[in-house]
């Protein structure tokens, strides 16, 4: 697995765009949208209309996947 980023292609609301992260957080990103019973581009669209214009959807992105680790870990640690 690359450290580098890999560029990517995503349509949201019908506008394609391209977004730089690195192979783990592609990974983790499809995991993520699978998990939700999204698409790649449903989700990356739900994550470009609640972030703050001045973030970049690249870091909006990882800080969702961020997000979404700590809440499951949130909920192991509940359940010990």
Do not use: C, Y
């Amino acid at each position: 697995m690359s450290g580098r980023p890999v560029k990517r292609s995503l349509t949201l609301r019908g506008h394609r765009t391209s977004v730089s992260l690195e192979d783990a957080f592609w990974k983790a990103f499809r995991a993520m949208a699978k998990a939700e019973g999204l698409a790649l581009n449903e989700l990356a669209a739900r994550i470009d209309e609640a972030r703050d214009p001045d973030i970049g959807l690249a870091s909006s992105i990882r800080v969702a996947i961020l997000d979404n680790l700590h809440a499951k870990l949130q909920e192991a640690d509940k359940s010990l």
